[in-house]
């Protein structure tokens, strides 16, 4: 979180500010405390997809890598590689 998405939270929870110094009552507190969880959540929970979308696309990778090898032999591995690597971005750059 940024220090400004910090001070909209603040804001938006009824917390007032008076030259860098900020007033709340209790339930201004919570309010803020609560969109504080709240906006952690959703950022872990984003982080989360995309770390599964990365170990699920990896897995597809080694499992097509290890293949690849089968088929190849490995003295053109690297080759196979190179060229799994560049289909592998063009797909992503495609957006497919």
Do not use: P
């Not at 500010?17 to 504080?36: P, Q």
């Not at 979308?53 to 990896?58: L, Q």
């Amino acid at each position: 979180m940024t220090r400004d998405d910090t001070i909209r939270m603040a804001q938006e929870a009824g917390v007032s500010n008076a030259n860098d110094v900020w007033l709340a009552h209790l339930d201004g507190l919570e309010r803020f405390a609560d969109l504080v969880s709240a906006e952690w959540q959703e950022k872990c929970n984003t982080y989360m997809e995309l770390h599964d979308a990365v170990v699920k696309d990896s897995d597809r990778l080694y499992a097509a890598v290890a293949n690849l090898i089968r088929v190849k032999g490995r003295h053109n591995t690297e080759l196979a590689y190179q060229r799994l690597i560049a289909a592998y971005d063009k797909r992503e750059n495609n957006g497919l």
